[in-house]
């Protein structure tokens, strides 16, 4: 038989596949802990597309967007550090099919710590619209666990190291308190020019952060409007 007919009948040969890093997760066969830690891995991308884009769709907060835009410019960062240190990921990245990627620093405690530490200055200062008085505290304290323990499973999973990790934590650390300063000293003098932008009302952009309770001003808006109708 010719070379040729052996080429025609042969399988192609795959193209070299990469994951997306964010999403790709994989556990131990028969392993509970870790079927559990591999679904807080992704906690991120529940954030992202569950947290954000229903954000986006229902409250047009600037506050919010401004909270994803910085996620946004942190994950950015990360991939630019990453590229520029080219560590590698721990040998069982071999087991994951991920050592296509750098690992430090790792992308979800980066992504999760600056979350939890401008989540908690926002419930702090009482500009989560939501949080006031004893819930401050627990909207404060409520990123930190999910943090924490996807911090721990990038180790346990084998996708990084301790150091990898950390080194995560503590640029999301930074990230987060400084773009929060930044949006809240800085750019929350051009809240209301975005207000009443063209585009701002548009999208109907908001900004209630100056609002002491705005989901209670919301009600009770709500039900004013609804007894109008109901009486005119």
Partial sequence: ???????????PIPH???????????????DPVG??????????????????????????????????????????LNELVKSSVQQSRPETCKLLEACDSHGWPSSHSQYMF???IYLTLLALKGKTQVAHGKSQLFFAVLPWPFAV??????????????????????LGLVLGAGW?????????????????????????????????????????NARAARNKVSTD
């Fill in 35 to 76: 079927l559990c830690l591999a679904w807080v891995s992704l906690v991120p991308v529940f954030i992202s597309l569950g947290g954000f884009v229903s954000h986006f769709l229902f409250r047009r907060e600037i506050q919010g967007l401004c909270f994803t835009l910085g996620l946004i410019i942190s994950q950015f």
């Fill in 180 to 220: 929060y300063w930044i949006v809240n000293s800085i750019l929350v003098e051009y809240f209301p020019a975005i207000e009443e932008s063209a585009i701002g009302r548009w999208l109907y952009i908001k900004d209630t952060s100056h609002i002491p309770n705005a989901l209670k001003f919301e009600y009770d």
């Fill in 114 to 116: 600056f979350f939890a």
């Fill in 1 to 11: 038989m010719s070379t040729g007919v052996y080429e025609d009948v042969a399988p």
């Fill in 149 to 170: 323990l996807t911090m721990y499973s990038r180790v346990y999973l084998g996708y990084h190291t301790v150091a990898q990790v950390f080194a995560g934590a503590a």
């Fill in 16 to 30: 070299s596949l990469k994951a997306i890093t964010l999403t790709h997760v994989r556990y131990r066969r028969g």
